[in-house]
């Protein structure tokens, strides 16, 4: 029983799994003093003799870090499997009462959850799906494309509002509203404004917003040097029939045109290698 428990918790165990599996204090004490394991936090133990994975840093730092500890921001993202980039850094929100522990590797957060804002994934308590994209979307490691990546495969607009209203004094609570508002209206629009200011903030010129070429109407042209950009909003608005379509749209002008695509996370994350990229196919 003490190895399956070990194995299905990537060589972590408490000691009071430790107990609930037969060992005495005294017989975790020796394991521990041979070396056979490793205290990794305040009655918490790693067996030494694997590798201490990502997970397993995760998972001892949460255990660790004092009762109703919960994953939270990218770590719950990765946890979750929303990310697949583990974090340098282990978030974790602690009750406001109650004793916590700050361990090297975490951050704590103290912010009291709701029920339906926590789940249990693999034996660790994380936050719920809509709270942790909610989250994520607003670390600077994780952004606005985990949000976008998120809807319409994992969750939905009106779910993650609901988990935004109920929690809305957190902190990034600001920049997660203008996400939504952005996903609510589809942000293509939006992208379009954008990308216009990026234009002229980048002193680039030669170009023609909605310029009809035959049966299309592209964007953005630049006329001179056939290239043709497309704005597409965010990702999870395009359904099958739109997919499909502007494919088809995209190998037709292709004929002519260059066709350089962006999305509204494009022009928010990487605004300079968007203009990089343009600037490399219009005359200096």
């Known amino acids: ?52 994975t990502d997970r397993a ?3 001892s730092a ?35 009462r109650g004793r ?26 994380v936050t719920a799906l809509a709270l942790t994209v909610l989250e994520a979307s607003v670390d600077p490691t994780g952004g606005i494309a985990v ?17 935004h209203s109920r929690n809305a004094g957190r902190r990034g609570a600001a920049a997660a509203e203008r996400m939504l508002r952005a996903a609510e209206g589809g942000a293509r629009s939006e992208a379009e404004r954008l990308f216009i200011r990026l234009l002229r903030a980048g002193g680039i010129t030669g170009w023609i917003a909605n310029y009809r070429f035959g049966a299309y109407v592209i964007d953005f042209a630049f006329p001179a040097v056939g290239l043709a950009i ?7 608005h395009s359904d099958v029939t739109a997919f499909r379509r502007d494919r088809r749209r995209q190998n037709d002008l292709s004929r002519d045109w260059t066709v350089l695509r962006y999305t509204w996370a494009d022009l928010v994350e990487r605004p300079t290698a968007v203009l990089d990229e343009i600037r490399c196919r219009i005359p200096r």
């Not at 976008?148 to 009106?158: F, I, M, N, Q, Y």
Request: proline share 3%; charged share 25%; glycine share 10%.
């Open 230 to 236: 497309e704005i597409d909003g965010w990702a999870f």
């Open 100 to 125: 916590s522990h700050a361990l090297a590797g975490t951050r704590v957060r103290r912010r009291d959850l709701t029920y339906s804002d926590v789940v249990v994934r693999k034996g660790v308590r």
């Open 57 to 59: 840093r995760i998972r």
């Open 147 to 163: 949000m976008d990546r998120a809807l319409g495969r994992h969750t939905t607009v009106s779910a993650l509002r609901a988990t």
């Open 62 to 96: 949460v255990w660790g870090s004092g009762a109703g500890a919960t994953a939270s921001g990218m770590t719950a993202a990765f946890w979750l499997d929303l990310v697949t980039t583990p974090p340098r850094i282990v978030d974790v929100t602690t009750p406001r």
């Open 1 to 52: 029983m003490l190895n399956e428990v070990i194995g299905s918790q990537d060589g972590v165990i408490t000691g009071a799994q430790a107990l609930a599996c037969g060992l005495s204090r005294q017989s975790v004490d020796r394991r521990v003093r041979s070396g056979v394991w490793l205290r990794v936090a305040p009655n918490v133990y790693f067996v030494n003799d694997r590798e201490f």
